[in-house]
Every structure is written in structure tokens, then in C-alpha cells.
């Protein structure tokens, strides 16, 4: 079970919630959310993990991934919100910098994102 996983789950059982009322607020199945809780779905979008986490007061959580996530420039939270970004691939974003700069609008790292994916060919 990774990281995450785990946090999901104890930090549910800690709201006394049960899977179904937790993916009734995200907004997923119940199937779904057991899938996360068990570490088999990985590949997240970064609006899930912005749910789950603000849903389970895991945002701030120095132990978590949103520490990670917690250096993201707005302008690329807001790209990888409207995109749905991996957090993987949202994580990777938030690291590349060019002579110190990164981009400075959504629209930059839309841009910055798909030259990325076109010169790996996903």
C-alpha cells in the first residue's frame, strides 16, 4: 500500500466515514475508492487528490504528498486542475525550472506540458 493510500484510509476510518459516504462527497464509486485505499489506483488526477485531501483535512499534512504539492505555482495548479493532470506528472511540472524561471500563466505550462509529451511520444 503506498503513502497516500494509507493516509486515505486511516484518516476516513478516523472521520468515522465509511467508504460509500466518503465517495459520495468525492464525487467517485465506492469500487473506486477501495481501489485507492488498497494502493491499486495510483494514477490519480490531481482534482481527486485536491477532493480527497481537502475533503480529509490532509492539505498542510508535512508527512503526506501535499507537502509536495504544496510548492505548486497557482498558475500551474490552476493548468493541472483544468487539465486533470497526474499528480505524478504534475509533481514533475512543479520541478522544471529554466534559468531559474518557470512559466508564468496556464496557458505556458499547457504549452511547456505538451512539448514534454511530444518529445517522449505519450
Do not use: C, H
Not at 497516500?4 to 462527497?25: M, P
Not at 505548486?72 to 520541478?95: C, H, Q, R, Y
Amino acid at each position: 500500500m503506498d503513502e497516500f493510500a494509507k493516509k486515505v484510509r486511516d484518516r476516513r476510518l478516523q472521520e468515522k466515514l465509511s467508504q460509500q459516504e466518503l465517495a459520495d462527497r468525492v464525487g467517485i464509486s465506492r469500487n473506486y475508492l477501495s481501489q485507492i485505499e488498497r494502493g491499486q489506483a495510483t494514477n490519480l488526477s490531481w482534482q481527486l487528490m485536491e477532493k480527497l485531501t481537502s475533503i480529509l483535512g490532509l492539505k498542510g499534512d508535512p508527512t503526506g504528498i501535499q507537502a509536495e504539492m504544496a510548492d505548486i505555482p497557482p498558475t500551474l495548479a490552476e493548468f493541472a486542475k483544468s487539465a486533470g493532470l497526474p499528480p505524478d506528472d504534475l509533481i514533475m511540472l512543479a520541478g522544471l525550472k529554466y534559468r531559474g524561471q518557470q512559466p508564468t500563466t496556464p496557458e505556458k505550462w499547457e504549452l511547456l506540458y505538451n512539448v514534454i509529451k511530444m518529445t517522449v511520444g505519450k
